[in-house]
């Protein structure tokens, strides 16, 4: 399969921790990359290879993958957190793939 | 710093063919394992990837829009340029342009322009 399907809808009570999920197969010899994005934004990179994270995102956010499934976590969610999230990783017969995002509420 | 821009026409009609430029800094698109690539959304719907086209001057296509998107660079004045063809309302949607970086098994976005709106409408 070339696509990368995610869960469309996960929340989790302010301060907790939260895991979002992202299954495909391209993710078992590539690893994906996570963006967030809040309306009316472009996404923004919070994650990408092993468990990298660009300057700037806090480090409440990690990222992990076994097998065909990658993992963004967020540990201690705060309420600036509640957005869209998008993996998206290399593809051997699409070359690249989003995901179908996944819309975190913190409650 | 790095910063990019996307500019082009924010309606078109349908069968038109789309032209859309990204202007970037802070970033040079003869670095080996970079690149400039497309993502389009349709409002309130998921991303979607479109065409990314590399340092060396290797250039990717989304299968399923191949047979309508030409990307290209030039590296003089730092601008990627996006052409699709025969627009049709579906294509309406925020364009998205984004450096892309591509090392071993890592490959990411970022960052990202702020987009364009694009309408196709008659």
């Known amino acids: 399969s070339s696509e990368l399907t995610q869960d469309p809808a996960v929340s989790v009570a302010l301060g907790q921790t939260v895991r979002i999920t992202c299954q495909g197969d391209?993710?078992?010899?590539?690893?994906a990359s996570w963006y967030q994005q809040k309306p009316g934004q472009a996404p923004l990179l919070v994650m990408y290879?092993?468990?990298n994270r660009p300057s700037g995102i806090p480090d409440r956010f990690s990222g992990s993958s076994s097998g065909d499934t990658a993992s963004l976590t967020i540990t201690g969610a705060q309420a600036e957190d509640e957005a869209d999230y998008y993996c998206?990783?290399?593809?051997?017969?699409?070359?690249?793939?989003f995901g179908g995002g996944t819309r975190l509420t913190v409650l | 710093q790095i910063t990019l821009k996307e500019s082009g026409p924010t309606l078109v009609k349908p069968t038109q063919t789309l032209t859309l430029t990204c202007t970037f800094s802070?970033?040079?698109?003869?670095?080996?394992?970079?690149?400039v690539g497309w993502i389009r959304q349709p409002p309130g719907k998921a991303l979607e990837w479109l065409a990314l086209?590399?340092?060396?001057?290797?250039?990717r296509y989304s299968p399923s829009l191949k047979s309508r998107l030409t990307i290209s660079k030039d590296t003089s004045k730092n601008q990627v340029v996006l052409t699709m063809a025969d627009m049709d309302a579906a294509d309406t949607g925020t364009y998205f342009c984004?450096?892309?970086?591509?090392?071993?098994?890592?490959?990411?976005?970022?960052?990202w322009g702020p987009g364009t709106l694009v309408t196709v409408s008659s």
């Open positions: 984004a450096h892309f970086v591509a090392a071993a098994v890592n490959y990411w976005f970022g960052p």
């Open positions: 802070g970033f040079s698109l003869t670095t080996s394992g970079v690149g």
């Open positions: 086209i590399y340092w060396d001057d290797d250039k």
């Open positions: 391209g993710l078992r010899n590539y690893y």
């Open positions: 290879g092993k468990n």
């Open positions: 998206n990783s290399r593809d051997s017969s699409v070359y690249l793939v």
